[in-house]
Each structure stands twice: as structure tokens, then as C-alpha cells.
């Protein structure tokens, strides 16, 4: 199973996926960039971060306070 909930553009044929997945049987919330092959499929690559989803609450505390610190 998995979900993409959200994706934005990276550059240089790059994508950034927010996604639910499952992986070992577990459900995990995964962000990861991709980039486009000469295939033209989209491939994940090892940059990106893969929690539970119990852990979503605290990621989203994380990028408020990352925004916070930017802005």
C-alpha cells in the first residue's frame, strides 16, 4: 500500500513525496525525494526520512518550528 498525499517540486527533475507506506508490515509516513529516470519513471532515492506514524504529530511540530526559525 501506498498513499501520496503531497508532492512538490525539487528542481533538476526532482520530486519531493509525502507518502504513507507500509514496510515489514508496518504503516510508516515517509518523505523522500525522487527523481524522473530515462524511463521516465520515478525513482525514490535514500534522501528522505521514514517515521511511524505515530511520530507525524512531533514531524509537524518540527517544520512549524523550522518555519518559525526561517521566517
Request: with cysteine; hydrophobic share 35%; glycine share 10%.
Amino acid at each position: 500500500m501506498e498513499k501520496v498525499t503531497y508532492e512538490f517540486e525539487k528542481g533538476n527533475d526532482e520530486v519531493v513525496r509525502a507518502r504513507v507506506c507500509d514496510f515489514g508490515g508496518h504503516k510508516r509516513a515517509d518523505i523522500r525525494v525522487f527523481f524522473q529516470g530515462k524511463d521516465g519513471d520515478w525513482h525514490p532515492t535514500k534522501k528522505g526520512i521514514s517515521i511511524s506514524t505515530e511520530l507525524v504529530g512531533d514531524l509537524k511540530l518540527a517544520i512549524t518550528k523550522l518555519e518559525e526559525a526561517v521566517n
